[in-house]
């Protein structure tokens, strides 16, 4: 997906592009949900609202199935998951918004647990829980099934993605890895230190502040992701 507003679908094996949706919007984000459905969120451009839609594949062709528009989204969707084991994904938006969407694009539940834009969303490896990252400073971890928040992380800097190591018992505690950092155009305006503003945090559910951080990103960190192992993560920035 892409600022060109196309979806481009691949084979892994050849490296060769197999399907193409054209004029859908600036996309911002795209999952793979179950039985060959994907789900995307665009933002809109022109005359083209913002919108999330569901996608199935078959044959090598994109068909569009069912999708919602602006203006009955909450606000512009900025990023979507979708659990691979059931008919509902969670999508996170601008306004500081978390939904719950059944796959005929109908609301389930909303929940805006943040003030500022929800930039990034991951799900745990089991599919049971979602944390939402977002420009307020906070990861806030829900409970997929209802959106029910089990807990919420605070930090000193914007983030833009947060992951969470695999959890052996639902009784353990979340262990969350939170990345971001302020935008140097932002720093300039603010007067605020750069200081390890990009080093990645890590917290762990009942800890008072981090238990860990990791430097090395010079810059605002947009993207980590936990090894379902837990033997390490990786970071984009």
């Given at each position: 997906?892409?600022?060109?507003?196309?979806?481009?679908?691949?084979?892994?094996?050849?490296?060769?592009?197999?399907?193409?949706?054209?004029?859908?919007?600036?996309?911002?984000?795209?999952?793979?949900?179950?039985?060959?459905?994907?789900?995307?969120?665009?933002?809109?451009?022109?005359s083209?609202?913002?919108?999330?839609?569901?996608?199935r594949?078959?044959?090598?062709?994109?068909?569009?199935?069912?999708?919602?528009?602006?203006?009955a989204?909450?606000?512009?969707?900025?990023?979507?998951?979708?659990?691979?084991?059931?008919?509902?994904?969670?999508?996170?938006?601008?306004?500081?918004?978390?939904?719950l969407?059944?796959?005929?694009?109908?609301?389930?539940?909303?929940?805006?647990?943040?003030?500022?834009?929800?930039?990034?969303?991951?799900?745990?490896?089991?599919?049971?829980?979602?944390?939402?990252?977002?420009l307020?400073?906070?990861?806030?971890?829900?409970?997929?099934?209802?959106?029910?928040?089990?807990?919420?992380?605070?930090?000193?800097?914007?983030?833009?993605?947060?992951?969470?190591?695999?959890?052996?018992?639902?009784?353990?505690?979340?262990?969350?890895l939170?990345?971001?950092?302020?935008?140097?155009?932002?720093?300039?305006?603010?007067?605020?230190?750069?200081?390890?503003?990009?080093?990645?945090?890590?917290?762990?559910?009942?800890?008072?502040?981090?238990?860990?951080?990791?430097?090395?990103?010079?810059?605002?960190?947009h993207?980590?992701?936990?090894?379902?192992?837990?033997?390490?993560?990786?970071?984009?920035?």
């Amino acid at each position: 997906v892409g600022a060109d507003q196309r979806l481009l679908v691949w084979e892994c094996a050849s490296g060769k592009q197999i399907a193409e949706a054209a004029d859908l919007g600036i996309l911002k984000s795209v999952c793979w949900g179950p039985d060959g459905k994907l789900v995307t969120s665009s933002s809109g451009f022109a005359s083209t609202p913002a919108a999330l839609s569901v996608w199935r594949l078959e044959d090598g062709k994109l068909t569009p199935g069912p999708s919602v528009t602006a203006p009955a989204l909450p606000s512009k969707p900025l990023q979507v998951r979708w659990p691979r084991k059931i008919e509902k994904f969670v999508s996170g938006h601008e306004g500081g918004e978390v939904c719950l969407w059944n796959s005929s694009c109908e609301l389930l539940k909303k929940v805006q647990p943040h003030t500022a834009r929800v930039i990034g969303i991951q799900l745990s490896i089991d599919f049971e829980m979602v944390v939402s990252a977002s420009l307020d400073m906070t990861a806030r971890v829900f409970r997929i099934s209802d959106l029910k928040e089990r807990a919420c992380f605070t930090v000193d800097r914007p983030l833009n993605d947060a992951a969470m190591f695999p959890v052996g018992d639902r009784s353990d505690p979340i262990e969350v890895l939170c990345a971001g950092g302020q935008d140097a155009r932002d720093v300039a305006i603010s007067n605020v230190s750069t200081k390890g503003q990009f080093d990645i945090v890590v917290l762990v559910e009942g800890e008072e502040g981090p238990v860990q951080t990791f430097g090395g990103h010079f810059g605002p960190v947009h993207a980590v992701i936990a090894l379902p192992d837990q033997s390490g993560f990786v970071t984009g920035g």
